[in-house]
């Protein structure tokens, strides 16, 4: 049986198509589309525009899907429909132009699915899940594979590149702009779930580009799948530099990320410190 599951998030919508069978899962498509609904934002509101956006990259999906024998359409809508005003209005004009019923996730249930899909394939018994997406992040902690807490922050990637850089790439003080509110909604997690973990299981485009620069600069074959805190500091010192190398690097391993991927790798960051992480090991599943 093939089933289809579509992720609206905040930066891109992803489409996977799985075949179950025999007690296995096996992906047989995954795509994604970059669509940055989160630039679409004006106080508080998704923007027609980027409500047709969304319904033209999911009428894509829907042909591609219509190519198979799917039994099950899942369609999930994270921080992207989530943080608005008119979630309601975009729920249904999806639902008119492309016949999809987008359901919208709150914060702790995507951080359960996303603990959920991280730890399947992964013999880590203790650690910080971290999934750093355009419009949210969550964070979950585990000790012997049973979560002690999970979060949801109002910050990713794309929304932090809106708010506060003026151009490409950001400059010194919109680095520590970044910084500053990354810190501030930090200070919402539960102090008693912050303690140090050796590892956090990264989760998301964002930590799957940091991870794709990681192993260009330091030669890694691309089944690598762990980030060395030494080589996040060395990879932060090169992007920061805000030169042409920089740029250089990030357009040649993810042009697709080279607004966003700063902020995130300043969240990022921000979690090795917080949890004094020693190690990032990139997961393929997710929510």
Known sequence: MVYAVIDIGSNTIRLNLYEYGNNELKTIISVKKMVGLASYIENGV?????????CSALNEFKSIINHFDVKEC???????LRNIRNTDEAVNAIFTNTGFTAGV???????????????KFLNIRDGVIVDIGGGSTEVVTFERRKILSAHSMP???????KKCVSCILPNSDERILILKNVLDEVDSLVVDSIKPYDTIIGIGGTIRAVLKINNSIYNLPDDNKEIKIENLEEIIRILEANDKNS????????PD?????????????TMTKV??????????YGM
């Open 46 to 54: 998704l923007s027609e525009k980027g409500i047709t956006v969304a």
């Open 74 to 80: 899942y369609v999930v809508a994270t921080a992207s």
């Open 105 to 119: 996730i709150s914060g702790g249930e995507e951080a359960l699915f996303n603990y959920s899909g991280a730890t």
């Open 155 to 161: 910050i990713g990637s794309l929304n932090l590149y």
């Open 247 to 254: 740029l250089r690097l990030i357009l040649q391993t993810v």
């Open 257 to 269: 990320r080279v607004h966003t991927i700063i902020p995130g790798i300043i969240i990022l960051k």
């Open 275 to 284: 949890f004094k992480i020693k190690k990032i090991v990139v997961s393929d």
